[in-house]
């Protein structure tokens, strides 16, 4: 049997979506969404269905936030007039109205940021919603992707690239150790010592473990918990709703596919993966952009400050975080990510009962 090209298969993931109109795609302006609005839209034109919605969050005032040009540039590009704008302040809020009603129906989920789909999830009811989730993973380097950029001639042969090569290749206990004081070094003064020590220490274990193989190393990565407690908590909210979700670049036809077109080895990196599979969709600065935006101060914003404000510790694990230290962590411009679901795991042990 013939195989498929991934585009040809990226097609028949998405053509049910577009069959049960109104089809949204989750546009950021990234080469995600990018090329899953591109496609939705080439095979809607194709086959005479309804064209796919565009459907884009903006944070005004957010400099890192701002995709706007990419977004325009791809639109242009694609030439689509069916665009849905909303720009927010304050109401993408981690502790902001629509993720407290999420959090008291439903307590902490993973993502910590589910709750933003919401209002993409009330304007596709009855319809469909595509997202570009899953393209770091897909497309993202893995374990033999330093050899990998230095037999292409893509990266510099200097002392760090050796030593990424040498971790690459070397026995599991070698490369245990290796990741253990590579994630020694990230910063998270909320953890108490003990908790951050056996946090390095299982997160050591995980990226050792990683195969060797380019296609059973992904595999491997989307089968870990983190993904797929995400999507389900993701397509539970549409089906809330009784929106079909989607998420066409992590279903499984489509992962085979990157897989047999990507060999052992895998790609160069992602915009080799992306003009190799895709480099007819989109134009080539997309196709190459390494730039992404940041919402961390979008989702901590001033609901989550006002509360920090007057949080007194309380709902905090004591055998795990240092109050201060996440006090302290919370303070900065940009929180950190990995302190959001504790963020609201606090709220919801301190004040979640009673809000309405």
């Known amino acids: 049997m013939k195989r498929r090209r991934p585009l ?62 990419w977004q325009e540039d791809v639109v242009r590009h694609l030439g689509i007039s069916d665009w849905e704008r909303r720009s927010y302040d304050s109401e ?24 933003q789909r919401l209002p993409h999830v009330e304007l596709a009811a009855g319809g469909s919603l595509l997202s570009g989730e899953g393209g770091d993973e897909v497309f993202g380097p893995r374990r033999l992707t330093p050899l990998r950029q230095v ?3 893509v990266a510099r042969v200097d002392r760090r690239a050796a030593k990424q090569v040498a971790l690459s290749i070397a026995p599991r206990p070698v490369r245990r150790a290796g990741h253990r004081r590579l994630l020694s070094r990230i910063d998270t ?20 473990a990683e195969p060797l193989d380019w296609r059973r190393s992904l595999r491997q ?48 990196n992602r915009t080799d ?18 730039s992404k935006a940041r919402f961390n101060r979008a989702a901590f914003n001033e609901h989550s400050r006002q509360f920090v404000e007057r949080w007194n510790g309380a709902g905090a694990p004591e055998d795990f975080v240092d109050v201060d230290g996440l006090r302290a962590a919370w303070a900065q411009r940009e929180p950190s990510a990995m302190t959001f679901p504790l963020l609201q795991h606090c709220w919801v042990a301190t004040e979640g009962s009673g809000d309405g």
Not at 273 to 290: C, D, I, K, N, Q
């Open 92 to 115: 993408l809020d981690l502790l902001g109205p629509l993720a407290r009603t999420l959090l008291t129906r439903h307590g902490v989920v993973w993502p910590a940021l589910a709750f």
């Open 8 to 69: 040809e298969v990226l097609e028949d993931v998405i053509r049910p979506a577009l069959a049960r109109p109104p089809c949204l795609v989750e546009f950021s302006g990234g080469r995600d969404s990018s090329l899953v609005l591109a496609t939705a839209l080439a095979v809607a034109r194709r086959e005479g269905l309804p064209p796919p919605v565009a459907v884009t969050q903006r944070f005004p005032g957010l400099e890192e936030a701002g995709e706007d040009a």
């Open 189 to 208: 003064p909320w953890l108490r010592s003990a908790a951050r020590s056996e946090l390095t220490d299982m997160l050591a274990v995980l990226s050792a």
């Open 273 to 290: 993966a992306m003009r190799r599979l895709f480099g007819s969709l989109l134009p080539e600065a997309v196709l190459a952009r390494t």
């Open 151 to 153: 037999l292409a001639g």
């Open 221 to 268: 990565h989307l089968r870990r918990r983190s993904v797929v407690l995400g999507l389900h908590t993701l397509d539970a909210l549409a089906e809330e709703a009784g929106v079909f979700s989607l998420h066409p670049l992590l279903d499984p036809r489509l992962v085979e596919s990157v897989c047999a077109a990507g060999g052992v080895r895998g790609f160069i």
